[in-house]
C-alpha cells in the first residue's frame, strides 16, 4: 500500500541543521505571540494522537496544550484502555490512527517501536521519549541555551551521570549544531558504543566529573535510573554517587555554565537544591519550552 511521503521526528538526524535551527527561530516567535496574547490558530480541525506507554507530566501537557493553542485537538491513549495493551500489532495500530489523525506522537520503550510505527503511518510521527532517545527535549534546551547565552555551535557542554536516552540525544544534538560533549559517566553506564563512535571526536568519555566540566558553558544531568530502570535503583545509586551536581562540581566551569535538567528531577540524588533552585539553573525554562518548541515542530510537521 502506498504511502504519502511525510517527516517524521524520531531522531534529531531526521533534521538538518537549517531546519534545525529555523525551528528554535520559530519557537522563539511562537513564545513571543503566546505570551503577547496573539491567537494564532494554524491547525483547525487537526488532531494529534499521543500514546503513551511510559507517565508522562511535560510532554503531555505540553503538546496537548500546545494542540490546543494553535487550533487543534490533541487525544490521550494509553494502552491501559487502549488494544495496543492487549497486544494488536504495532503495524495495524499505525495504519488504523494514521486513517483518523493528523499527527501520532509516542512515548514508549524500544526505539524500534516508534520506528515500526513510522513505517506503517500516514501521518509524521514524533519520539515523545524513548529508551534511546528524546529529541523534542533537547531541541527544547537548545532554544533555551540560546535564549540565555546565544549560539551554541563551539561551545563546551558537559553531561554528568547516565549514558541514557538524554545524553544520547546530546551526542546526536553535538553532531548537528557542533558543540564539544564531554560525558562523564561511571564504568558500565556508556551511552551506546555505536553512537560514541558515530560522535568521534564531537564527544568524550571520562569518568571523572571535575575533568568533563572544565570550561564548559553548559552542564547538563538526569536522574539515575530512568523510567523502566526503577527495580535497578541500589546499584544505581552506589555507582552514580560521586555524579550529583554540587556547588562546588558547577565552581569548576566556565563562570557563564548554566545547568539543565530536563526533570522530574530527584532532588539530593543527581543535583543539589542549591544547584537546581539556584541562579545557574535553567530548569524552569526548559520545562515551558516544552509548550513552544512542539508547536514550532506541530507546524512544521503538519500540513496545513
Ligand atoms: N522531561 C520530560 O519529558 O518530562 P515528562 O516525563 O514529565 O514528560
Ligand atoms: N531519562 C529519563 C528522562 C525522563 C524525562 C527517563 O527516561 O525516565
Request: glycine content about 6%; aromatic content about 6%; hydrophobic content about 40%.
Amino acid at each position: 500500500s502506498h504511502q504519502t511521503a511525510c517527516r517524521h521526528l524520531l531522531s534529531l538526524r531526521d533534521l538538518t541543521l537549517d531546519e534545525a535551527r529555523a525551528l528554535i527561530a520559530r519557537a522563539i516567535e511562537l513564545k513571543r505571540m503566546q505570551t503577547a496574547g496573539q491567537a494564532f490558530r494554524p491547525l483547525v480541525g487537526k488532531t494529534l494522537a499521543m500514546i503513551f506507554e511510559k507517565s508522562s507530566t511535560r510532554t503531555r501537557v505540553s503538546f496537548e496544550v500546545g494542540m490546543a493553542q494553535l487550533g487543534g485537538h490533541a487525544l490521550f491513549l494509553s494502552p491501559r484502555d487502549t488494544q495496543l495493551g492487549r497486544g494488536e500489532p504495532i503495524e495495524d495500530s499505525a495504519r488504523v490512527i494514521s486513517r483518523m489523525v493528523d499527527a501520532v506522537m509516542i512515548r514508549t520503550f524500544e526505539q524500534q517501536t516508534v520506528e515500526r510505527f513510522a513505517a506503517h503511518s500516514r501521518v509524521p510521527v514524533i519520539n515523545g521519549l524513548t529508551d534511546r532517545y528524546h529529541p523534542c527535549q533537547v531541541l527544547a534546551d537548545l532554544q533555551t541555551f540560546y535564549e540565555h547565552r546565544g549560539e551554541i555551535q563551539g561551545k563546551r557542554v558537559a553531561w554528568v551521570g547516565d549514558g541514557n536516552n538524554m545524553c544520547q540525544t546530546f551526542m546526536e544534538a553535538a553532531l548537528l549544531f557542533e558543540f564539544e560533549l564531554c560525558v562523564a559517566c561511571p564504568e558500565g553506564f556508556e551511552p551506546d558504543a555505536e553512537l560514541i563512535a558515530a560522535c568521534g571526536d564531537r564527544c568524550r568519555i571520562l569518568r571523572d566529573p571535575r575533568e568533563a566540566v572544565q570550561g564548559a558553558h553548559l552542564i547538563a544531568t538526569d536522574v539515575w535510573a530512568s523510567m523502566g530502570q526503577e527495580e535497578d535503583l541500589d546499584r544505581r545509586r552506589a555507582a552514580f554517587a560521586p555524579y550529583q551536581v554540587t556547588d562546588a562540581l558547577m565552581d569548576l566551569a566556565d563562570p557563564s555554565a548554566i545547568f539543565m535538567h530536563c526533570l522530574p528531577a530527584h532532588r539530593g540524588e543527581e543535583v543539589t537544591d542549591s544547584i537546581i533552585d539556584g541562579p545557574r539553573s535553567v530548569v524552569w525554562d526548559e520545562a515551558e519550552n516544552r509548550l513552544h518548541l512542539q508547536k514550532a515542530l506541530l507546524e512544521f510537521l503538519i500540513p496545513h
